[in-house]
């Protein structure tokens, strides 16, 4: 067995905290990026404890970049098949780079495609699929690129069946394959993107369409046949913590529009100019070189606060957002409105679990907070603590990755799942009971407010931390912690009280007590101090300069006041 490290750098896991992990199907398979080389791990076949390396490969010559051209993002997706008898072709990574370039490889590192996105850094590259689409995103500085998925399919089934055949390689294929891509930008300017979800595809109802048309004009006539379909997303940025955007297809037909109108040729055509050897355009269109519109934004929750992570739940319309002032706040993105908040979670990560019974499912939040070494696990729909556990400091809470396939069959209903990994590298799956999500604040009121009241009918101090350890909400906590208080004559005993209530409990409004009543007690004892010695100075400068006859006068005086 290998040696146990002597200090916290030396543990097994300071190098994967230096890796960019990616996540696939409840683990699956993992994708660690580091600089110019990325590593494919798998599950073992012999032992699902155990993760084994699939690929690992190095940014070469094929690509033709920079000593200098990193890895700065990527993900994980299937690629669906036509094959009736498998659900998926292979698995692709997908890395961004910092010249701008996405490049696609397969599960077993073979180079397929790669296209240059943007001048600048590749922020990170998302596969998102709903229950309504599916969208590859693109992400840089000032804009992100919606990927048509149907496209993207075609173009990298192609590229793997050349380069199986051999007929080209993926440096020749990169020069004439295209992608379809949608190029959208902030409506207000440039802010500086931080993260961009693609929260799903909202189809406008008849009353809505005719809400819109009312408040136009009175006279406003409807001429769509069918409802248009609103591509929807979530950003946030370097100045507005959280906007919601939508596009249309009728968006990207304007870019059409105004290239035939100032006669660009952007129109595909039937090869006659490549025939007749005057083509004024080249054969490929790249995603760096195509026009950028604007993206519609509605529902913007301005703050001062800055996005840190998101986690999204696309098929329950909910994002997890936290912040860089310990705050993790829960959007409900159908409505546009913030509902829940939790607070005192500095450099917090968060995950979503699943838990099922038959068909029944029931969503969680799994929240790690290092500066705590605190594991907690809260039921999303009534906002109660499920259970909460110390784990290492040093570990990482990873998100399982869902198993979504481009172009593949319909699933939106994938299995979240959350693993803790601590400092010698183990791997501990969440496990969450699906009854734990009956628990509602009221049951745990009742139970709380009937130990408080057997508690104030026959109060006794010695019972204080037996019932202190059975109630379950912090809100019955600070009760008893005041209840407690006129109890305690001795302001020794009572800090001894004090300080034998856990830490862990001591979180949100029950540590802002504890708090203020250490503060308030530590004024008490430099009163009393105080107080002592100024009896004892008074004492002394009695007895020396009065007699007892002159002390009693003043003793009557000071008793007796004006009267």
């Known amino acids: 067995a290998p040696p146990l490290p002597d200090s916290a750098t030396d543990a097994p896991l300071v190098w994967l905290s230096q890796c960019y992990v990616i996540t696939y199907n409840s683990l699956d398979y993992v994708l660690l990026l580091n600089q110019q080389r990325f590593a494919l791990l798998t599950r073992s076949a012999l032992d699902d404890n155990h993760l084994e390396i699939r690929c690992l490969k190095e940014l070469d010559y094929q690509l033709g970049f920079a000593n200098e051209d990193n890895i700065t993002c990527g993900c994980l997706f299937g690629l669906g098949t036509h094959r009736v008898s498998e659900a998926l072709d292979c698995l692709i990574v997908a890395v961004g ?55 993207l399919h075609s173009t990298l089934l192609k590229a793997k069946s050349a380069i199986a055949k051999g007929e080209k390689t993926a440096e020749e294929l990169s020069k004439t394959l295209e992608v379809d891509v949608d190029r959208l930008k902030p409506e207000n300017g440039k802010n500086g993107f931080r993260h961009v979800l693609f929260t799903g595809m909202h189809y406008q109802s008849a009353l809505e ?97 800055l996005a840190v992570e998101t986690a999204l739940e696309a098929s329950r319309g909910l994002v997890a957002v936290v912040d ?43 929240i790690f907070a290092p500066r705590r070494a605190l594991l907690e696990v809260w039921n999303v729909q009534s906002g109660v603590r499920a259970g909460a556990i110390h784990v290492d400091p040093a570990g990482v809470l990873l998100d399982g990755g869902v198993a979504s396939v481009l ?41 709380d407010q009937l130990l408080l009241s057997k508690f104030s009918s026959s109060p006794d101090l010695d019972l204080f931390m037996e019932v202190y350890s059975m109630l379950r909400t912090l809100k019955s906590k600070r009760e008893l912690i005041l209840l407690v208080l006129p109890l305690v004559n001795d302001s020794a005993r009572l800090e001894k009280l004090l300080n034998a209530i856990p830490k862990t409990d001591g979180t949100g409004p029950v540590e802002e007590l504890l708090v203020f ?20 100075k008074t004492s002394e400068v009695s007895e020396s300069f009065f007699n007892e006859e002159v002390r009693n006068v003043i003793i009557r005086h000071c008793n007796d006041g004006d009267e």
């Open 97 to 151: 780079m910092s010249n701008g370039h996405v490049v696609f490889f397969t599960e077993r590192g073979v180079l397929l495609f790669s296209e240059q996105f943007s001048e600048s850094e590749i922020y990170y590259v998302t596969f998102d699929q709903t229950e309504e689409g599916q969208q590859f995103t693109v992400v840089t500085s000032v804009d992100f690129f919606a990927v048509d998925p149907v496209g």
């Open 209 to 305: 369409q005719y809400t819109n048309a009312s408040m136009t004009s009175y006279n406003e006539t409807i001429s769509s046949a069918a409802l248009p379909a609103y591509y929807t997303y979530m950003y946030t940025s370097d100045k507005v913590f959280s906007t919601f955007a939508w596009t249309t297809d009728s968006d990207k037909k304007k870019i059409w529009q105004e290239a035939i109108k100032y006669g660009k040729s952007f129109v595909p055509h039937f090869g006659f100019r490549d025939m007749l050897g005057f083509s004024s355009t080249p054969k490929k269109k790249a995603a760096v070189s195509q026009t950028s519109h604007a993206v519609t934004t509605r529902g913007t929750l301005d703050d001062s606060r």
């Open 324 to 366: 860089h002032i310990a705050r993790i706040v829960l959007i409900d993105i159908v409505n546009r409105q913030i509902i829940r908040i939790w607070k005192g979670y500095r450099d917090a990560t968060v995950a979503w679990i699943n838990s099922s019974n038959y068909e029944q499912t029931a969503l969680f939040l799994a």
């Open 407 to 447: 172009c593949g069959p319909h699933n939106p209903k994938f299995q979240r799942d959350a693993f803790f990994v601590d400092s010698q590298g183990k791997f501990s799956r969440l496990v969450v009971p699906f009854h734990l999500s009956m628990i509602r604040v009221t049951s745990q009121d009742q139970h």
């Open 517 to 536: 009543i250490k503060r308030q007690l530590n004024i008490y004892n430099k009163i009393v101090k105080y107080n002592k010695l100024m009896v004892e």
